[in-house]
């Protein structure tokens, strides 16, 4: 068997997310079941992470095996693969790598981007939440700043959400704007359940001046979800990237 990396993009409006779950549409069960076609084989799918309900990903990559050695090279399997699959889902790449290369282990750093929209704009509903409060953009990023001191990231967690350790390494966060649009991006070695848009909606109040930088290292120093603000909307949040190391590419 020969082991194979699919980078791919999809809009997640229509999913549950990208993990396979009972009873749930997820982008996961999708590509299974379109590569096994395709393959005219049973060929399951592994991520590089989980997103949730209405996340996008302009960047995402999964890996899978198959009987075959020469997929990469093959421009009629990806455009049939393509064709099995709905419009919200694109595969762009297939790549050969190491038989024990692992799409969600091997990652080196993941990086997200979420979208604020300050006009109401219908090409934009899916993909970025709508907000009509002045934001201060230099407070916010003093704030996000805050994120690159620290490591232990409870506070910004799903309840009950199963991880094994809170510990993170950020190591890029900052928003930009132009006349429409608030864009934060940020990168780390892993993230939490819900970490960034949890994020996000506590940067909200720091940037309307009802959260001080004080206040917000409060938040990461308490290690309680209970503190921070609500999570920002799904919708506005898409993995925009994530590094591998050269070495698992044949």
């Given at each position: 068997m020969t082991r194979y990396f699919l980078f791919l993009s999809f809009r997640g409006t229509a999913y549950n997310g990208w993990q396979v779950q009972p009873g749930k549409?997820?982008?996961?069960?999708?590509?299974?079941?379109?590569?096994?076609?395709?393959?005219?084989?049973?060929?399951?799918?592994?991520?590089a992470g989980r997103t949730d309900?209405?996340?996008?990903?302009?960047?995402?990559?999964?890996?899978?095996?198959?009987?075959?050695?020469?997929?990469?090279?093959?421009g009629q399997f990806l455009y049939n693969l393509n064709s099995l699959l709905?419009?919200?889902?694109?595969?762009?790449?297939?790549?050969?790598?190491?038989?024990?290369?692992?799409?969600?282990?091997?990652?080196?750093?993941?990086t997200y981007t979420y979208t604020i929209t300050r006009v109401k704009d219908p090409f934009a509903s899916d993909t970025a939440w709508l907000l009509y409060w002045p934001l201060d953009i230099r407070l916010m990023n003093d704030a996000a700043s805050v994120l690159l001191k620290h490591s232990d990231f409870t506070s910004f967690s799903r309840l009950h959400g199963g991880n094994k350790t809170s510990i993170c390494r950020v190591t890029h966060a900052r928003w930009q704007e132009d006349a429409e649009r608030l864009i934060f991006t940020v990168t780390a070695d892993r993230f939490l359940r819900n970490m960034v848009r949890a994020i996000v909606g506590t940067l909200i109040p720091a940037g309307r001046g009802k959260l001080s930088l004080s206040d917000f290292e409060a938040i990461l120093a308490g290690k309680n979800r209970g503190l921070a603000g609500q999570?920002?909307?799904?919708?506005?949040?898409?993995?925009?990237?994530?590094?591998?190391?050269?070495d698992l590419f044949i």
């Open positions: 549409h997820t982008v996961q069960g999708v590509l299974s079941k379109a590569l096994s076609m395709v393959l005219s084989s049973k060929t399951e799918v592994t991520g309900t209405g996340v996008h990903a302009s960047f995402f990559c999964a890996h899978f095996d198959a009987a075959r050695n020469d997929l990469d090279g093959d709905p419009d919200d889902i694109a595969i762009r790449k297939i790549v050969k790598v190491k038989p024990e290369a692992n799409a969600r282990f091997d990652a080196l750093s993941r999570s920002a909307p799904a919708h506005g949040l898409s993995l925009t990237g994530i590094k591998y190391p050269d």
